[in-house]
Structure formats: structure tokens, C-alpha cells
């Protein structure tokens, strides 16, 4: 055991994330009587700042989704999404949210989520989500608007891209968010907005850097997720995100100060044993018996992909008030899904470079093949190009029937015996 | 005599088809020095490439010809087959006459393929081909241009001849003759479906994957001449069906001849759709880029792999049959297919709204036991027959 016995603590910041959190459900929950208006639209290639430009409320089906499995409630969604027809092949996301839809449309908070009074279908690194909005549209019969981002197939963004984003936003979606919310676009207030999404971006940086250091003092991909909430969800470029990342950046440094290691479900982590880079997205029904499982090997992840879905800050990125709209158009572009395999191989040994780590872990998950197809290929590469011992485990994010504990946890424990005795064996 | 001419010409369909080595293009290579570019479904700019002096070649996967073993090294279980197929027969050197390889933007499946494609064969031309989602001429439009000229620039350093507009511009019209000839056979199979089985017309079109565009015509031609003189083909009491979903990775074969077998006449579906996918011929005059761009934004086949800008999921299906005169909808639509499976609920509810019968299954293309579908279409058939007015 790796971890101290004490129960598990909630990071102050975590606090902070929870009532930011907590407040914009509750102000959706009362649209009714603000007149207050929703937009839905995606993680991946969100604009968030340019919907708060248009004082619009962002709504985040995927992050629904996530927390209604972590609620519990996500099985019985999906099976009465599959009763009205949906197939048990397709994304759990979707049924998980039309199954919710179906139930009242109840979200994470317990209070009921308005209809959107605009589909924003940021369509970036994952074919499902034109399905899914598609669905919605059918569902609530709300005005849609596409974004669509071009696939980084050769891991560069051409201007023809940037140029094919940038005139989607000008003539489609502000003129659409313009017309959902009865106001002119105001590009003084958009640079203002990138300008503290920029200053966010840099704690947030700093933050998943700081796992460079022996021992870590946050796990990059559990306690990532949480890391990454505001930001890629409805806060960024605003006061708030910016206070958030600050705090949570001064909390990061006083462990960093103190030797600690990340806090854990199983509490704080007292030996770092193992230092792991993963690839893919989380389970979200047993998310904390999944952490549990490294935490009891001693394992730290230092990297992960899954972190980078919503923007890739720590290789550079970062909103540009000067350049608004090619900004967010690069931003859109350079999400983790939407990269070519090929990228993907060297950012993650690159990871495992830079991170120091032991080895590479991929989580493959039923739901998403933008994640998952090529995965297999990618593990191979990544061994042959850095020797590091790599493993392979498989769920799915938010349907409970694929998540086999017993199965996770043997694979778990002979990847790391691998590791161990592939260390013994270089000291030998 | 036109009986055997029929059946001649769709044994020769049948070995293109089985010719996973893609040996015919191998000889046209020998014959014509050009270079051969595979594509993936469902469209690709084969008028571009013909334009270039090369041959388009459509990629479908291996059917159930193909035994599985780097492919599933590849690929997890929740995946559908038309990748390990297609990565098996790559691997195993049945693709090496193909200078290159399209993979159209479709689902996340074949957009990984293609990062997949350069990580095993980096010396090739693999290309992930982004096409618009945006048919605005001016903002999808001018994307697709840059796209379609970075390809042609990409085609002519691997040694295709340069892009010149009025080679392309009789490109577009061979192109154009073809699809009336296709739009005609679907036409005649729609009004007696007796005398255009569906398992022959889809040889025919996948015959069209690996022939240059002007065989394929006159063989769409003989084939026409042929059933039309063939007096022993004779109507029987079969139900009309409209088959959708399987756009994509195939249906084997038999699986085609099966439902034709339990009394289904198929009088619509949606196979090997690029040879159908303008809806009209591409205009000839002024810029054949520009017009090959426009057919694509505006004149194109509603498909679950488009966004559906107007809203009107369904509208399409049902449209299509009252045109057929089809009296039910079987949705066969691979396992895993995210395009086809996700689209199916909004479809499904449209037709339902128009009181058209429907059944629905999945299969793979490797799908070697027909019994339960033959009797699932069998049973949809004979309801229709009971239930509903008179078939052809």
C-alpha cells in the first residue's frame, strides 16, 4: 500500500470548482425566470468565451453525461435510450444524455437543465457528435449551427484551414449566437475574455508540468479531469477560471514545497512507485475504484491525453487576444482528437520523455472511436520508438456493463510486475 | 442467348469482384504505365484523378473472402471489419499495385485508418480527404477547392500527369455518362425489379470500383441490352423493400442473394454509392473545378456521413420510397457503423410517421450464417404481401 489510510480529501481548489460548478447549474435551472439563454455545445473546440461574448450560458452534454454515470444514473439512461431504438453499438455519451433527456432532463446538480435555445455543433475530433446534435435537434427542435474543423491529417494547420474555421465563425455562428441572443458581437470583450483564458492557460500549464518532478504532486489524468474542469467546460475566459487556476497553482507549489505526492482516493499518496503516461479517456461508473487501482500499485499517472480533449496548453497554446477569431480557430484545430495518429505517437513519447515515466497505458473505451480505432496500432509504435513497457486495458465511459473490475485490476498488476522486473533487470 | 450474355457478363463482375489482388489493375498499370489510387467509400473525386491519367480504384474490404489475423492485431472487438480487411489485404501486399490511398472523411474509424496507412506504408500517398460539412459555396466551397487542388499537386509529384481543366472537363463527362447508365439500370430494376436482380447490379457496381470509367459504361450497356432481350426473366410474387445502411462496409454477397431469396425485391438501396453520388450530371461548362465542387456541395446524395443543415432527417428516406414504390424498409447497416446506426433512430421515427413498414438488422461483411435474417426478411416479406396492397 502505497497511499496513507486517511479518508479521501478534497483539494481547496476542488472545493472552488465545485461551487463555480454548483452556481451555473443553478442559474441554468432558473432561465425560466431570468430570461437567461442556453447554448449546448461540445468540449472539444468549444467557444466557450464567444457564447459568454453574447452573455449565453454554455451547456455540455458530454460533461452531463460523465457526471450522470458518476451519479449512478447513467445505466438506466442508457438502457431506456436502447429501448427507444438506439443501438447498444453506438457512443454511451448520447444515450447516456437522451436517456436523461427522456427522464426530465435532470442535471448534476439534481436541478432540471433548460432546452437549448441554440445547438452549437463544434464539430472537432469526433464524428459522433454530428449524430448526436442531430439527434438533439430532432428531440428539442432547436435552431442549430455547425462548426465544422478540419481534421489535422498530416499534424499541421494550413492556413486553408484556419481560413475555412475563421469564415464559419464570421458568417455562420456569431451571426447565429447573435440572433439567439438579441446582441451584437463585441470583439473588445472577446479580447478581454482570450486575455484571461491566456492567463488561465499558463497556470493550467504550469500545473501539468509540475508532474515532471520526483515525486509528482498531482495525478495528471484522474485528478487531470478535475484539473482541466473549468477550463474546458463553461468558465474559461472568465475571473473566475483565472482565480481558480491560481489557487490551484499555489496549492500544487506548497505539495510540490512539501514532497507530498497527488492526493488519491485511498488519500494522499506517500510512495511514488510506479510514473505512467495515458492514453485515452477515463471510465466514468467506477471512476474511483479505477483511480484506486493505481493508487494501490503506488502508480502515478505524470501525463495523459485525455487532459488535452478540451486544448492542448502545455506544449504552447494559448488564446490570443490579438488575433481573436484565428485564435479560436487554432484552438479548435489543435484539440487532442484531432490529431493525426502519427501525432499522437510522438506526443506521447515525447510524454514519456519528458515526464520520466515508466511505461505507456492505454484506456480504450468502447464509446469512442476517435480515441480508440488505430489505439493498437499506436501502443506498438509507441514501444518500438522508446523500448518503455506499454499495456492495454478496456471499458467504456459511461456504460457500467463494460467495466470489469477483476479484469482491470489483473492487468494492472501484471503491467506493473512487468515494469518492476523490467527495472530489476537494468539494475542487474 | 441473351440469357447467357447476361450471365457471362456477371461472372466476369463476380471475378472482379473476388479479385482481392486487384490483378485487373495490375494489367492496366502494364498496359497503360498510369498510376492506380485507391480510394475508400464513399466518395472520392474519381473524375480528378481520371482527369490525371490515373486510375481511381474503390477500396471495400475484403467480404468473406479474406481469413482475419493482422487486421484484428489492429483493431479492438468493437470495431467494425471493413478496416481489418482492408489493413489485412494491405499488409499482406494484395494493395501494393496502389500508388496511393484516399480515405474520405466519413466516420473516426476510417479517419484513423488513414493515420494507420502512414504509420505502416510511409513511403505511400495515403491521404485523409477532408470534404466539407459546410455547402456554402463560398466558406465549404472554397475549402474543398484547396483540397481538391492540394490532391491533384499531391497526384502529379507522385507522377500523375499535371491538372489541366479540359482533361478534366471530359473526365466529368465520361463521369456524367456513367452515372445516367447506373441511374437507368436502378430506374429499370425499380420498375421490373424481375429483370435487374440486386446481386447482379451490385456486381455491376463494384465492377465499376476497378474498370476504367468507359469499360464500365459499355458494360453497364451489354448488361442493359442483355436483360432487356432476356425473356426468360419473369415477375414473381416478391415484396418491394427499400435497403438502406449499408453504405459503407458491404453486405458478402450471399447475404444480398439471401434476402432476394426469402422474397424481397430490393428496389432501392445504398450500395457503392459513388457511382450514384451526384444527383445530377456535373455541369461542363466554366471551370470543371469549380463545377466539380458545386456537384459536390449542392447536388449530392443525402447520407448519414453528411450534415443534415436543413433538418429534415428522414425526409430523404421516405421520399425515396415513394419513388421505388417500395412497401417497407429494411435498415441493414453494419455492426459498429457510427454513421449508419447513429442515424437510424431519426430515420426509423420518419418512417414510422409515414405508416411504412421496417425491419431492421446488422451484419458484417464476413457474415457467413444467412438463416435467421433469411427468415427475419421472409417473415417481413410475407406481412408485407398480407398487410399491405398488392406487390409487383
Request: proline content about 5%; overall charge negative; some cysteine.
Amino acid at each position: 500500500m502505497s497511499t496513507t489510510t486517511m479518508a479521501p480529501l478534497k483539494d481547496r481548489s476542488q472545493l472552488r470548482q465545485k461551487q463555480m460548478i454548483a452556481a451555473h447549474f443553478a442559474r441554468l435551472a432558473r432561465t425560466a425566470e431570468s430570461g437567461e439563454k442556453s447554448v449546448y455545445t461540445f468540449v472539444p473546440g468549444n467557444l466557450t468565451e464567444l457564447v459568454r461574448n453574447f452573455d449565453l450560458l454554455p451547456v455540455l452534454p458530454e460533461i452531463n453525461a460523465l457526471q450522470s454515470s458518476m451519479r449512478g444514473k447513467s445505466k438506466e439512461y442508457i438502457a431506456l435510450a436502447e429501448k427507444l431504438g438506439h443501438s447498444e453499438d453506438v457512443c454511451s455519451y448520447v444515450k447516456c444524455d437522451i436517456g436523461m433527456l427522456k427522464s426530465g432532463n435532470v442535471g448534476p446538480t439534481g436541478e432540471r437543465l433548460p432546452a437549448p435555445d441554440l445547438l452549437l455543433l463544434s464539430y472537432t475530433g469526433c464524428f459522433t457528435f454530428m449524430k448526436w446534435f442531430e439527434l438533439l435537434r430532432q428531440e428539442y427542435g432547436a435552431p442549430t449551427v455547425m462548426l465544422h474543423v478540419p481534421y489535422q491529417a498530416d499534424g499541421v494547420i494550413t492556413d486553408a484551414m484556419r481560413r475555412y474555421v475563421v469564415a464559419q465563425l464570421e458568417k455562420k455562428v456569431i451571426p447565429a449566437l447573435e440572433k439567439v441572443s438579441g446582441k451584437k458581437f463585441d470583439l473588445d470583450k472577446l479580447r478581454e475574455q482570450l486575455r484571461l483564458s491566456a492567463q488561465a492557460e499558463d497556470d493550467l500549464a504550469w500545473v501539468l508540468h509540475s508532474a515532471k518532478h520526483r515525486p509528482s504532486p498531482i495525478d495528471a489524468y484522474f485528478g487531470g479531469v478535475y484539473y482541466i474542469g473549468p477550463m474546458f467546460s463553461a468558465f474559461r475566459g472568465t475571473q473566475d477560471a483565472v482565480d481558480y487556476y491560481r489557487e490551484l497553482r499555489a496549492e500544487v507549489q506548497e505539495r510540490l514545497d512539501a514532497g507530498l505526492g497527488p492526493v488519491t482516493p485511498a488519500g494522499t499518496m506517500e510512495h511514488e512507485k510506479f510514473r505512467v503516461v495515458v492514453e485515452g479517456p477515463p471510465n466514468w461508473t467506477s471512476f474511483n475504484e479505477f483511480w484506486r487501482m493505481f493508487a494501490d500499485e503506488g502508480a502515478v499517472v505524470v501525463a495523459s491525453t485525455y487532459t488535452k480533449v478540451g486544448g492542448f496548453y502545455d506544449f504552447g497554446y494559448r488564446h490570443d487576444p490579438e488575433h481573436p477569431l484565428e485564435s479560436l480557430a487554432d484552438y479548435c484545430l489543435g484539440c487532442y482528437t484531432n490529431l493525426d495518429l502519427g501525432t499522437r505517437v510522438a506526443v506521447l513519447c515525447r510524454y514519456l520523455e519528458e515526464y520520466d515515466a515508466d511505461g505507456l497505458l492505454v484506456h480504450s473505451v468502447k464509446s469512442c472511436n476517435s480515441f480508440s480505432a488505430g489505439q493498437l496500432v499506436m501502443l506498438a509504435e509507441v514501444e518500438k520508438r522508446t523500448g518503455r513497457p506499454v499495456g492495454f486495458l478496456e471499458s467504456d465511459l459511461v456504460d457500467p456493463r463494460y467495466f470489469s473490475a477483476a479484469n482491470l485490476k489483473n492487468r494492472l498488476e501484471s503491467y506493473f510486475q512487468m515494469v518492476a522486473q523490467k527495472r530489476a533487470g537494468a539494475r542487474r | 442467348m441473351s440469357t447467357l450474355a447476361a450471365r457471362a457478363l456477371i461472372e466476369r463482375c463476380e471475378e472482379l469482384y473476388h479479385d482481392l489482388r486487384l490483378d485487373s489493375v495490375r494489367h492496366w498499370k502494364e498496359r497503360t504505365g498510369g498510376l492506380a489510387i485507391g480510394y475508400l467509400p464513399i466518395w472520392a473525386p474519381r473524375e480528378l484523378v481520371h482527369a490525371q491519367g490515373a486510375l481511381a480504384v474503390g477500396v471495400m474490404g475484403g467480404g468473406d473472402d479474406v481469413e482475419i489475423i493482422k487486421g484484428d492485431a489492429c483493431y479492438q472487438s468493437y470495431i467494425c471489419h471493413l478496416p481489418r480487411s482492408t489493413i489485412e489485404l494491405a499488409l499482406d501486399g494484395s494493395y501494393d499495385v496502389l500508388d496511393g490511398m484516399l480515405f474520405p472523411a466519413i466516420c473516426d474509424v476510417i479517419r484513423n485508418l488513414s493515420g494507420i496507412w502512414k504509420l505502416e506504408f510511409p513511403g505511400k500517398l495515403a491521404r485523409y480527404l477532408d470534404v466539407p460539412q459546410d455547402f456554402d459555396p463560398a466558406v465549404g466551397g472554397e475549402f474543398l477547392r484547396l483540397e481538391l487542388e492540394d490532391l491533384s499537386r499531391e497526384l502529379e509529384q507522385r507522377g500523375a500527369q499535371p491538372y489541366e481543366p479540359a482533361a478534366l472537363r471530359s473526365s466529368l463527362a465520361l463521369y456524367n455518362e456513367n452515372r445516367t447508365r447506373i441511374s437507368a439500370l436502378y430506374e429499370l430494376r425499380r420498375d421490373e425489379p424481375w429483370k435487374v436482380p440486386t446481386w447482379e447490379l451490385y456486381l455491376l457496381l463494384r465492377a465499376g470500383l476497378v474498370l476504367p470509367v468507359d469499360e464500365h459504361s459499355a458494360l453497364l450497356d451489354q448488361y442493359r441490352q442483355a436483360v432487356e432481350r432476356d425473356t426468360e426473366r419473369r415477375p414473381l410474387d416478391q415484396a418491394r423493400v427499400l435497403l438502406t445502411g449499408s453504405f459503407c462496409e458491404q453486405p458478402p454477397l450471399g447475404l444480398i442473394k439471401t434476402l432476394e431469396r426469402a422474397g424481397c425485391y430490393i428496389v432501392d438501396d445504398d450500395f457503392v454509392q459513388v457511382g450514384r453520388w451526384f444527383t445530377r450530371d456535373v455541369e461542363l461548362d466554366g471551370d470543371p473545378l469549380a463545377n466539380l465542387v458545386d456537384a459536390f456541395l449542392l447536388h449530392s446524395m443525402g447520407s448519414p456521413t453528411r450534415y443534415d443543415e436543413r433538418g429534415s432527417k428522414g425526409t430523404e428516406l421516405v421520399r425515396r420510397v415513394a419513388e421505388s414504390r417500395a412497401e417497407g424498409v429494411l435498415f441493414c447497416a453494419p455492426s459498429f457503423c457510427d454513421p449508419a446506426l447513429l442515424d437510424q433512430p431519426m430515420t426509423v421515427r420518419s418512417i414510422e410517421a409515414a405508416g411504412i413498414p421496417y425491419s431492421s438488422f446488422k451484419y458484417a461483411e464476413n457474415t457467413g450464417q444467412f438463416q435467421v435474417i433469411r427468415e427475419q426478411a421472409g417473415t417481413f416479406a410475407d406481412s408485407i404481401k398480407l398487410f399491405s396492397g398488392a406487390s409487383a
